[in-house]
Every structure is written in C-alpha cells, then in structure tokens.
C-alpha cells in the first residue's frame, strides 16, 4: 500500500472504516455516529495519549467506558497511538480493577465519567496518568471535529500487524486472571473466519447487550460489525422489554447473547400475554441470525427459543486465548448441544492423556492451531510454555467428536468428574437435572471425597414453590442417569454464583460444598 493512502500503517479494523465514512457505524444513547465520526474521534484520542510522542510503543491503556461511541473511539485511539489496549470490567470492584490495572503495568488509565470517582483513585494511587473520556477525546486543534485529522504516516506510528493490539484478561474462574496478548494480526484473523462463516455484510445491524472486556462481546459482536461496515447500536445495560423492543422492531438482523439473557427473554415472553406474544414472535422471524455463546446452552433453553422465535440459536466454541475456533453453520443442521465444526483457518484436534488424536466417539482435550491463536499470557513465560504443545493451544475443554461434528463436556479442571474410576461430564448431568420440573438452575460439581476420589455435587435453584430433598433427588435421577453419575450431594441455593458473563463461578461452588462437609464431619 502506497504511503500517501489514508489507510497506510493503520491497524487492519481501522483502516477497514476508510471503505465507507458516511455509513452509521454505532448507535448510542447520544445518536447515530458514522465511520468518519469514529475516525476522527479516535484520531482525537491517539493525538492526545501521544502527547507530543511519535508512538506509544506498546503501552498499556487501561479503559473503563461504558457501552458507547466513547469506548469505541478510545479503543482505536489508543491502537492509532501504538499502544495496547486493555479493557476493563465495567462490573468490577476496585480491589479487581486495581490487580488488572497494576499486572498490565498500565501507563494511562482512561474512564468515563460514571466510572471517574471508582477509577481515579487507584490511578493516582499508582502515579499513574489518568484522562476522563471526555479528555482523552478533547480537540486538539480547531477543524478536529466533523471530518478525520490528517492521516498521513507522520500523525501517528505506522502499526506493524505483528505488533501486540490488546490485553484481555481471563475470567479467573479456576485461577487469577492472566493477561491475554492479541496483535492486530490475530485479531484480524479472528474476526475474517467469523465474517465469511457468519455471512457479515454492511447492511447488517446487531443490538450489543454484553461486556466489552470479552471477546464475545469486543471481537463477535463489536469488531466483526466494524469490519464488515455494519451499525453496531449500542445497549448501556441489559433490559428485557427493551431488548425486545428492538429485536420485533424489524431494524435488526443479528443478535447474539449469553445463555442467561436468552433464559431473561424467554421469561419476559413467557409473562406476556397472548397478543403481546404473537407480536414478539413475529418480529424475531425478520432477523437473519441469532447466536449464543460463552457458556454452555441448556437443550432445554434452546427448544424453548426455537418454540418462541422460530430460531435455533446458533452455537459455536471459543475462549480467551482463541477467539472462536468452532462454529454451527449458517446454512445448515444445527445440531442441539453441539458446537459446531472448525472455522476456515482454524485447525481443531482431540488428544487424549498421553497427546495423541483420539478417534470419533472418544472424548479428548480440544487442541486449536491456526492464525487466531493469542500469542502468549503477560509476563508469564512459564504458563505460556505450559499452554502449547508442539504448536498448538491446549484449551483445558474436554469434547467428543461425531460425524465431524464437536460436543463439548467441559473442561478438565471443573467439568470432568472423576469418581470411583469413571470420568462424568458435569455439563451432560446438568442437561438432565434441568428437565426436572422443580429446578430452575442448577450446576454440578466435582466435591473431594476420601473413598470415591469426588462425589458429584449438584446445586440448585428451585423455581417458586418448588423443592426436593437429596433422596428424592437421587430417586428421580436414576431413572435418567447411569448410578455413577446420580448427585450424592445437594445444596440449595437462591442463586448461582455467576462472573460478569453469566458463567456460573464452579470454584465458588466447590469452597461451598466443601464448607459443608467439613460441618458434616
């Protein structure tokens, strides 16, 4: 590419939004903003975290903004000024926010004026350079506002794709939460197989309702829209009337969610009343695509959307560390309970203990390969060694595949039970347990037992007026579960403890069986 053209040493995302400025790219509580909007407000923010300085150098800027233009035009800002984006969880405590914040090593922290008074503190504690939203987008020059800044080499550092684009940080739900690096390269990657595998063109339109310190919520929904020249309007929390209001306002074509705000719709639809029903199925028939991920998808929750929308929601596989590797098709089965086939560019095995392939029907761990794969965990050589093996990503999810076709179990360190010599699938326990009447949610466990290695523990949530004892749990289960994999102990909960993505938090769960059997002793 030229070194006169606009687009010469910007990110590959970025340089995507120059093929057509005058398209609404986001919609937010403020208004409708086009790619000319963003780039030049994202070229506000770059000039200001310059500072004077020809390139960041892979700095970190850690950001807190809420769903908005604003945290759009900050994360490229930051990319266009050669530093690494890391976004913050706009759920988190301080003490969390502080952790990710200082392993980062942050240079800037940026938040938006919600979020200042929360943010500030540990930024000043730190000595660290804090902006709000609002200064790191300030002009800088008169003419800022309106149409993009210059954009030759010499405003801002030509950006190699190989160089580090972003640092997101894991869940933390079987360890403290480690530093993901993604160059712009891998993001660009992971973003192309989802595109083409998902049919995303410029006419689309996705309502966002999820975290933007995920890959769900950043790389599926956000950046896969600005890449294809989509509008991306923006939700600044999760509303289920509203929701629904948009999704039978026949703007949409795609809406993708987690499977907790999937069960939220179902319920609001299931309070409506006859008339109001028939509109809001109806208006879910004009979307093209509608997608569900993050955590497993109940079958049973599945149905029931099918039954409401005319959808089969389509599931697909990813993490972290991978962006997604499998997908269900567009055109095509879907098959309930199954995540699909590898994506283009994504070479996916299944190894068993010793790393060698395991055939169809056999479970094994799910190795990924391929241009999407992160490039290491921050600052941690030794866990990024541990991570790979002749190349490849060892994911930690255990999976069988059949007809091509893969069905995740779960993974090793939560979801594989292992008692009395067999190896049980939490997640196939669970399937059932949610086909009780009485049970509303429920999660199962490994809990350490001396004699049979762990007892599977199973915790539920009861659905109004609804109860069962251990016992007549155990009877009802046996008519549906080989004995080895029958709950032997029960705790009821008014609520399952969930992380910012509506995934149950299985470590909490052991330390709460396990504070059981020590009473019990």
């Not at 068993?352 to 799910?366: A, Q, R, T």
């Amino acid at each position: 590419m030229p070194s006169d053209s606009p687009t010469f040493g910007h990110p590959p995302l970025i340089a995507r939004a120059f093929l057509h400025p005058q398209r609404v790219a986001i919609i937010d509580a403020t208004g409708s903003h086009t790619y000319a909007d963003l780039l030049a407000a994202s070229a506000r923010v770059a000039i200001n975290l310059l500072a004077g300085r020809a390139d960041l150098d892979g700095a970190r800027v850690a950001f807190l903004v809420g769903a908005s233009f604003d945290h759009v035009a900050i994360q490229w800002g930051i990319w266009r000024a050669g530093g690494v984006a890391v976004p913050l969880c706009t759920m988190h405590p301080p003490a969390e926010l502080d952790y990710v914040i200082a392993d980062a090593d942050a240079e800037t922290v940026i938040a938006g004026s919600e979020f200042e008074p929360l943010v500030r503190p540990l930024a000043e504690k730190r000595k660290l350079r804090f902006l709000s939203a609002q200064e790191a987008s300030a002009k800088t020059s008169p003419g800022a506002a309106g149409s993009p800044a210059p954009l030759t080499q010499s405003t801002f550092p030509g950006v190699d794709p190989a160089r580090p684009a972003m640092l997101v940080y894991t869940s933390g739900t079987t360890s403290k939460p480690k530093g993901v690096v993604s160059t712009h390269a891998m993001i660009a990657a992971q973003i192309e197989a989802l595109v083409e595998a998902w049919a995303w063109t410029a006419d689309d339109r996705i309502l966002h309702v999820l975290p933007l310190h995920h890959v769900h919520g950043i790389i599926n929904v956000l950046c896969c829209a600005m890449w294809a020249g989509a509008t991306c309007e923006m939700a600044p929390g999760f509303d289920a009337a509203k929701v629904w209001g948009r999704l039978v306002s026949g703007e949409l074509t795609l809406f993708m969610a987690v499977p907790t705000i999937y069960a939220r719709l179902v319920a609001a639809w299931e309070s409506a009343d006859e008339s109001r029903r028939r509109t809001l199925t109806e208006g879910c028939a004009r979307l093209r695509l509608m997608v569900s991920g993050s955590a497993a998808l109940p079958v049973s929750t599945l149905e029931k959307w099918r039954t409401i929308s005319g959808h089969t929601l389509l599931e697909r596989y990813g993490m972290t560390e991978i962006g997604m590797a499998l997908s269900n098709p567009l055109v095509g089965e879907r098959v309930p309970g199954h995540v699909g086939s590898p994506l283009p560019r994504v070479e996916v095995r299944l190894v068993d203990g010793s790393n060698m392939p395991v055939p169809d029907g056999e479970p094994g761990e799910i190795q990924v390969r391929g241009p999407n794969v992160f490039r290491d965990y921050w600052r941690k050589p030794e866990a990024s060694a541990a991570a790979f093996i002749d190349g490849w990503f060892r994911t930690g999810d255990v999976a069988v595949r059949e007809r091509g076709i893969y069905r995740i179990l779960g993974r090793n360190s939560v979801d594989i039970i292992k008692t009395g010599g067999y190896k049980v699938s939490a997640l196939e326990i669970e399937e059932v347990l949610r086909t009780h009447e009485a049970v509303d949610q429920c999660a199962v466990v490994g809990v350490e037992d001396a004699e049979w290695g762990e007892r599977v523990g199973a915790a539920i949530v009861f659905r109004k007026g609804q109860s069962f004892d251990l016992n007549a749990l155990r009877a009802w289960a046996k008519n549906h579960l080989a004995v080895y994999k029958v709950p032997s102990r029960l705790l009821v909960l008014p609520a399952l403890p969930v992380n910012a993505m509506g995934k149950v938090t299985k470590p909490d769960l052991v330390k709460q069986f396990a504070a059981v059997e020590k009473n019990r002793e």
